[in-house]
Antibody, heavy 120, light 110 residues
Framework: QVQMQESGPGLVKPSETLSLTCSVS??????????WSWIRQPPGKGLEWIGY???????KYNPSLKSRVTMSVDTSKNQFSLNLRSVTTADTAVYYC????????????WGQGNLVTVSS | QSALTQPASVSGSPGQSITISCTGT?????????VSWYQQHPGKAPKVMIY???NRPSGVSIRFSGSKSGNTASLTISGLQAEDEADYYC??????????FGGGTKLTVL
């Protein structure tokens, strides 16, 4: 069973870059079996899909965030990462990493979430 | 892409049944049978309860069921229990090969 855990700073200043990493165990980020996704949830609000990366570097992003998002995979550490540039207070949220199985369309495994606050 | 539309809240008494709707467009809910439903308790990560409109993952109670008609999907919980009190989110794969979530529904068990 795949397990995931997010890590990264809990506080980011406005206009800077938010960087998070998701460490994966119980599965390989380069196995080609999963789409590795990021999803966020502002405090007290709903979920928003940010995007995914597939093991060979294929990415797909939410059109509303596409201009500021980059995702990458580090196969040597079995991790994948999220960079969100030029953040504002509206980017304050719990950020989850999650997986979608190849040929599937639901998020079956989730990390526990990482709260990132954007504030000066 | 716009968020799918869910009622903000629903409630029911123990033992009763409730239904949560999730309305989208022909580009998401109506385009594929790829609607999933997630249960989220406070401070916890979401958990998939229904996938591909009406399929239950292993370990999910048979009290949870899903359906779809046109651009609207529904989650029904029968025999309500106190532990069902949580937020519920629908999600759909889209014709743009992205995903979109609903705004969430707070279920209160009276």
């Amino acid at each position: 069973q795949v397990q995931m855990q997010e890590s990264g700073p809990g506080l980011v200043k406005p206009s800077e870059t938010l960087s998070l990493t998701c460490s994966v165990s119980g599965g390989s980020v380069s196995s080609g079996v999963y789409y590795w996704s990021w999803i966020r949830q502002p405090p007290g609000k709903g979920l928003e899909w940010i995007g995914y990366i597939y093991d060979d570097g294929i990415t797909k992003y939410n059109p509303s965030l596409k201009s500021r998002v980059t995702m990458s995979v580090d196969t040597s550490k079995n991790q994948f990462s999220l960079n969100l540039r030029s953040v504002t207070t509206a980017d304050t949220a719990v950020y989850y990493c999650a997986s979608v199985g190849l040929g599937e369309h639901d998020f079956d495994y989730w990390g526990q979430g990482n709260l990132v606050t954007v504030s000066s | 892409q716009s968020a799918l539309t869910q009622p903000a809240s629903v409630s029911g008494s123990p033992g009763q049944s409730i239904t949560i709707s999730c309305t989208g467009t022909s580009s998401d809910v109506g385009g594929y049978d790829y609607v999933s439903w997630y249960q989220q308790h406070p401070g916890k990560a979401p958990k998939v309860m229904i996938y591909d409109v009406s399929n239950r993952p292993s370990g999910v109670s048979i009290r949870f069921s899903g359906s779809k008609s046109g651009n609207t999907a529904s989650l029904t919980i029968s025999g309500l229990q106190a532990e069902d009190e949580a937020d519920y989110y629908c999600s759909s794969y889209t014709t743009s090969t992205t995903w979109v979530f609903g705004g969430g529904t707070k279920l209160t068990v009276l």
